[in-house]
Structures are given as structure tokens and as C-alpha cells.
């Protein structure tokens, strides 16, 4: 049995993960966080009477194996320090983290010998997609992102869409794209740089989360695209994480990894 707390239960993945332990019979609830909760979420999720509600970081007690995290940009550093000094493995769906952030993070880890998975995506579809793009990246230089999700997604760009930038400049031959005259009449209609990588955020109601990298070379292009209509689809990955995670001894970022 692996006991579980979930922060950040009241959001639309937090309640998919409630759902997800509940028809998971190796799974089990003892404890969930967020900063608004309140005693009345027990009635009105139909959390048992032994599963502890947390609203501030001081206030947690548990004895949980692991630490789902599906809170906020702002938040989700100090939660899942908070995790590692407290042997919980973390299993991190919030995306946000610095480079910096994650390298002191996968230190700590190291250190207290508590492992867990940052992932920017838990869908399946996307993680193919960055494998996919890694791979045509070697043939394919000139390339950028597009990513679009719903309008209450706070961080640009998206986790996923920095990490396919990330695994495709390991295998790109760096340059400059574009016209070497190039002036933007717009500022920032190219989008963001990631080493020479544009990546072009969109928010809108009625997506989820989608993503397109575009390839282009001498006569031919290249599309790869993933589309994620529901954030049930999400729930496999995440089931996956948290069996792996107590046998993990180091900090991973990318669901690849731990595949």
C-alpha cells in the first residue's frame, strides 16, 4: 500500500488525482494540502475521516510515501523541498521550476536519498512527441513550438513545450533561424528563445493542452503534433509515477525516465 498526500487537491488535476487513488487499490489517501482548504472539503470531495486536511506547509504531519503536487508556479519549490527534507518522494505534475530550482531540488534529493519525478507532461502523447522531436531535431535544424492551452493556465511557456526545446537543442546544430535582417514591427510577435528555438504560447477557453512542433527544411516540412482533450488522460502516467517513485534514490525530470 502506498500512502499518499496530494497538494493542490481542489484544482481541476487535483481532483483527477482524487479520483485516481480512489479506483487504485494500492493507493491510499492520507493526507491532501492546499492553502484555501477547509474542513468542508470533506463533505464536498468525500475524503474519510482519517485523511488529515492541510492549508499551510508548518501545519503537515504525515506519514505519507508520497508527495502529489499539483499546486502552483509560485508555490511548488518550497512544497517539494519540503517533501524531500521530510522523506516524502515527490511526484511534481506543477510546471514553473528554474533550472536553478530543480538543480538544488535534485541536490537535496540526492542528499536525503529520496528520489521521486518532475514531469512537464504526464501524457503519453506528449512524451512520444519530445522523443519524436529529439530525433527529427538531427535531421530537421529550423524548427519552432507552438503550444496552446486554456486561458487559466498561469505559466508561459508551457512545462512540455520548454522541455521538447530542451530535448530538441541536444540534438539541433545551434543557429540563428530566420532572416539575419529580421525586425520585429510587433514586439515579441516571434515568440520566446530558447536557443535559437521559437516557442509561441496561446491561451484560450476550450483547450486543454495541445502542442505542434513545426519542422522545416529545403522543399519539405515536418509536423509533429500532440492533443490532450481531457485531463483524465494524464492519470495513466501519474499512476505510473507514484509506483516507481518510493523506489526512487534520485530526483528525475521527464516521465521518460522512469519508463
Do not use: C
Not at 491561451?203 to 502542442?211: K, M, Q
Amino acid at each position: 500500500m502506498i500512502k499518499i498526500l496530494v497538494a493542490g487537491y481542489s484544482g481541476s488535476m487535483g481532483n483527477q488525482v482524487l479520483q485516481l487513488i480512489d479506483r487504485t487499490p494500492e493507493f491510499k489517501l492520507v493526507g491532501v494540502f492546499a492553502l484555501n482548504a477547509t474542513e468542508k472539503d470533506r463533505k464536498r470531495l468525500d475524503l474519510a475521516e482519517d485523511v488529515k486536511i492541510f492549508d499551510s506547509l508548518a501545519q503537515i504531519s504525515t506519514d505519507a510515501d508520497v508527495w502529489i503536487d499539483f499546486t502552483a508556479p509560485s508555490a511548488v519549490f518550497e512544497n517539494v523541498k519540503f517533501a524531500l527534507e521530510h522523506g516524502i518522494h515527490p511526484v511534481v505534475g506543477t510546471t514553473g521550476l528554474t533550472d536553478a530550482q530543480v538543480e538544488v531540488l535534485q541536490a537535496l534529493a540526492t542528499t536525503k536519498n529520496v528520489g521521486g519525478l518532475i514531469a512537464p507532461n504526464f501524457g503519453m502523447s506528449a512524451v512520444l512527441l519530445m522523443k519524436f522531436a529529439k530525433e527529427a531535431a538531427k535531421y530537421f535544424p529550423d524548427v519552432e513550438i507552438i503550444e496552446m492551452h486554456h486561458d487559466n493556465k498561469k505559466d508561459t511557456p508551457s512545462g512540455t513545450a520548454l522541455n521538447t526545446a530542451k530535448q530538441i537543442a541536444k540534438n539541433r546544430i545551434p543557429h540563428v533561424q530566420g532572416a539575419s535582417d529580421e525586425q520585429e514591427t510587433l514586439a515579441h510577435v516571434r515568440g520566446g528563445d530558447y536557443e535559437g528555438i521559437k516557442i509561441h504560447s496561446v491561451r484560450l477557453p476550450g483547450y486543454v493542452a495541445h502542442e505542434q512542433v513545426l519542422f522545416g527544411g529545403p522543399g519539405e516540412a515536418l509536423t509533429i503534433r500532440q492533443d490532450s482533450f481531457d485531463r483524465a488522460s494524464f492519470m495513466n502516467g501519474v499512476q505510473l509515477a507514484v509506483k516507481k517513485a518510493p523506489t526512487l534514490t534520485q530526483l528525475f525530470v521527464g516521465l521518460e525516465n522512469i519508463l
